[in-house]
């Protein structure tokens, strides 16, 4: 067998239907399908079990332990030469493996990775999300597909990799958030090949809402520091931007602002916006690349927050376990939101 698809699953059986169905109509059909559920109270074995005729399904009821042992877990029973990693809140093209087999043959690697995209059927609030994650106003682009980098470091919600290079490497670490990105760089340091495939894209659904999502990426920012420790080097200009953001905001709201207002005999409202105009023109830009790509002013609208959201939270992870490392250099950075991330 050639690839084996691992999916750790939380109570979604609604979400594994929809990715099991986007597997189901896949004209390649040289994979398996392993579900790991970890310790759910709402199982998908009922799902599973209605795609048992159409899919080679495997399903597995372990214990919570987090994503990361649960594909561990997955990958220890997978028969398939690859591992692809998926979350439950993705859904893959027609086509998906074809780009994968494609690509493949026209350069062999170790591991590769995917970008993601909104679904039609996707919230408002999830389209935003999405923008927030893949835009060249927020991530640089390096999440949406962007191929001129010098290297690509796969995420866990779209992840191909051999079979016994997983194994080499141990499989994923016992952290809880960053993981995806600590395996992609071991896979590095451990010598392998590992590049992006554009083509290989998802529709991730990211099951959150505003609040979550400002869980998420403060996990991130922290996790951030935490990988900066395990693999000195790995922080780069790049992953000190949201932090700047953050405290640039800060700066126009706390200081420019009633400096304006202090010193100068401007209308409040005119110092306001002149304080602010940074700001207020990269809102603009967001609201008016998002409404395009997404023919929704609406949409346009959350993307602004979504974008501020995940700046904002990544940056105050970031400081926070960046301060925290500075007064305990010994210990490890703290892990804010762990246990009610998916609530």
Known sequence: MKYSVIVPVYNRPDEVKELLESLRQQSFRDFEVLLVEDGSSLPCKEVADSFGAALDIKYFFKENSGPGPSRNYGARRAEGRWLIILDSDVMVPPGYFESIEASLAQEDCDAFGGPDRAHASFT??????????TSFFTTGGIRGGKVKMDKFFPRSFNLGIKA???????????MRFGEDIDLSMRIFEGGYRCRLIPDA???????????????????????????????????????????????GTIGLLCILVPLLLIFTHLPWWASVIIGLSPLLLWS????????????????GLLSIAASFIQLTGYGTGFLRAGWHLLLHRHTQAPQAFRDNFYK
């Open 201 to 247: 894209w998802v529709w991730h659904k990211r099951r959150t809402n505003l609040k979550r999502f400002f869980k998420q990426v403060h996990n991130s920012g922290i996790a951030r520091i935490n990988l900066s420790r395990l693999h000195p080097g790995s922080l780069k200009l790049v992953h000190l931007l949201p932090a700047a953001f953050t405290v």
């Open 164 to 174: 016994d290079v997983f194994e080499a490497l141990g499989g994923f670490s016992a």
């Open 284 to 299: 603009l830009a967001i609201w008016a690349d998002s409404a395009i790509k997404n023919r929704s002013p609406r949409i």
């Open 124 to 133: 408002p609030v999830q389209k935003a999300i999405n923008y927030a994650m």
